[in-house]
C-alpha cells in the first residue's frame, strides 16, 4: 500500500486547511485509516480515524469538534479537514492505514498501523 499525503502549508492560526491522503496498492475499502502528527522534539500522536466505510470515527481531545476526519472510497481518499486552526497544532501530519479484518471496528494503536505515508507539513502562525 502507498499512500500520498498533500494539503499542508503555512496558515495564521484561526484558519484552516484540508489534508488529502491517496491510496494505492489495496481494496481501500479494507483499511482502516488515520492521521498522525509529530511536532519536533516530540512523539507521533494520533489525531483521528476513520472506519472502513467511514460509519464511524475517533478523534484525539485536542482535536475534537475542530478536525474532520471524511473518506472517499471510490477515490480511494482520506481527507482531514482542520478549522479553527492553533499554533500548537504546527506539526508534521502523518495519514496511516491498518488492514484489520473483522465487522467490529475500534480505534487502532498507533503499533496496528501498517502502512504510512510520507508526512505533509503544516505551519500555524500565531
Known amino acids: 500500500v502507498q499512500l500520498q499525503a498533500s494539503g499542508g502549508g503555512l496558515v495564521q492560526a484561526g484558519g484552516s486547511l484540508r489534508l488529502s491522503c491517496a491510496a494505492s496498492?489495496?481494496?481501500?475499502?479494507?483499511?482502516?485509516m488515520g492521521w498522525f502528527r509529530q511536532a519536533p522534539g516530540k512523539e507521533r500522536d494520533f489525531v483521528a480515524t476513520i472506519s472502513w466505510s467511514g460509519g464511524s470515527t475517533a478523534y484525539a481531545d485536542s482535536v475534537k469538534g475542530r478536525f474532520t476526519i471524511s473518506r472517499d472510497n471510490a477515490k480511494n481518499t482520506v481527507y482531514l479537514q482542520m478549522n479553527s486552526l492553533k499554533p500548537e497544532d504546527t506539526a508534521v501530519y502523518y495519514c496511516?492505514?491498518?488492514?484489520?479484518?473483522?465487522?467490529?471496528?475500534?480505534?487502532?494503536?498507533?503499533?496496528?498501523?501498517?502502512?504510512w505515508g510520507q508526512g505533509t507539513q503544516v505551519t500555524v502562525s500565531s
Open positions: 496511516a492505514a491498518a488492514l484489520i479484518v473483522g465487522s467490529r471496528w475500534y480505534k487502532p494503536p498507533i503499533n496496528e498501523y501498517d502502512y
Open positions: 496498492g489495496r481494496t481501500f475499502s479494507d483499511l482502516v
